[in-house]
């Protein structure tokens, strides 16, 4: 593996990660149509996609979030081409949940992510997940209850070597859905070791699917957002309302890592931990934030 990148984003030779500036609360909550797509960021590397191993164009983030709920044709528009699924964890209630789920191509909670859905206040608002998944001994009996009724699967896995996610995250994988993104809500919280469980996840996930990673998994809350990344060339376009932190982390081992975009830029520096950890670095350019890896 890399490195993981932090927005407080993350890479798997290196973890990538930003800050989110505080996305604001929706003031009106009257649901649009699911349709997703960043027309900016996908026009913008169309041209140049073949010089990375991997592309993240996450501009759609902006839209998904900083509309109101009657969103304009011209905001469908830019969303129309973009298709994502999303894994509930069992995270605090956050109003946002409504905004990101609204959008979802499919929705899978992750036992008590079933109830930080409901507390978000979707009631009315037709937003189902498709399956409830794990374990269930954190879900409500009476959350469970409703969603099963309004169309949701129950899908119990006792397998106490696996936490929760990783079982929704195979769940989902199954049903093959077309979606490039899977955005993971809920990774960070209150709990240090679920947040390095997910991180756990991450890293079983790019070992069991080392040779097709077509899909782009990103952890992310109201605050926080990472992806991982593999070995390779890799060009991340941020959405507007990430940064201005941006760290660089060895999360696994030692990495190689060099990269253009950030105010402290890396040339082949040696990341890892007991040694040098780009932590609290910052976007180059907040108009249109963008990062290239090396790892």
Known sequence: FSAFIWLKILTMRAVISTFLRRIPPACNFKPC??????????????????????VYEIGFLDDIFQTQWNTSEATKKRLHNICYDVILLNAPGDVLIKKICNHANKII?????????????????NIVPDAIVGDLDSVEQNILDYFVNAGSKKVQIINQDDNDFHKSLKYLLDLESDAKYILCWGAFGERFDHEMQGFNVLCKFVLEHQ???????????????????????????????????????????????????????MNNHELEFGGLVSSSNRFSDMGEPHVEVTC
Not at 33 to 54: G, K, N, V
Not at 109 to 125: H, K, P, V, Y
Not at 218 to 240: Q, S
């Open 109 to 125: 909670c992750a036992d008590g992510g079933a109830n930080s859905l409901f507390r978000a206040g979707i009631t009315g608002m």
């Open 33 to 54: 149509p699911a349709l997703i797509h960043s027309s900016r960021a996908m026009s913008d590397t169309s041209e140049d996609t073949t010089i990375y191993d991997s």
């Open 211 to 265: 040779n097709n990673l077509q899909k782009k998994i990103m952890m992310m809350t109201g605050t926080n957002f990472a992806v991982v990344l593999t070995p390779g060339r890799h060009l991340i376009k941020f959405a507007k309302l990430h940064g201005p932190v941006c760290s660089v982390i060895p999360l696994y081992h030692k990495a190689t890592v060099s990269t253009k975009g950030l105010k402290y830029d």
